[in-house]
């Protein structure tokens, strides 16, 4: 129905702007399967401005078949912070799905980074401000959400290996370690 891509669209950083033609070539692929039902998450090689890039916030398709909620880098980083707004805007957003007659459609919520224990929360910050979105995430599946977190720039090395290493699934009632100051190396 369609593709959800996590960001880094180019080897290069933020400094080069190469990001728009790895998108235009990743549409190339995708558009023979999906048509143009494609969202683009910014990731930390991605410039802001990026021709292509998802808006942040709610994406949800004009069919009301699923939703879909997008974390841009520049709003929850590698290097923290953000996680308190972005927290807010899911509450509101989840809420509506709540209030609203959304049953059990799923809602998917794009992030280029993971909000689990891994090599890449231990050693940076967003490990250290992952909390209240976790928090948002289990009140709202506790709400009956059937929610589907996305990620990519993971680093995990060997960190969630328990969960299946680059390809997690957890069901509803499974836990995880998600990185907070008691795990941290410093």
Known sequence: DGAFLVGDYTPHSRESNTSSEGIAALKKVFRPVV????????????????VGLAKDGNNDPASGKYGVFVINENDYSAYGGGSAAVANQLTAYFNEKVSGDWGN?????????????????????????????????????ANGLNILFLFGHNHSGDYDSYLGGSSIYLAKGDTMLIAKPENYKE
């Open 35 to 50: 048509g143009d039902n494609m969202l683009f998450t910014q990731g930390n090689h991605d410039h802001v401005d990026t």
């Open 105 to 141: 459609k799923p809602i998917f919520v794009l992030c280029h980074v993971p909000l689990h224990y891994s090599m890449r929360t231990e050693t940076s910050n967003s490990g250290k401000t992952a909390r209240p979105m976790v928090d948002v995430l289990n009140e709202a599946g």
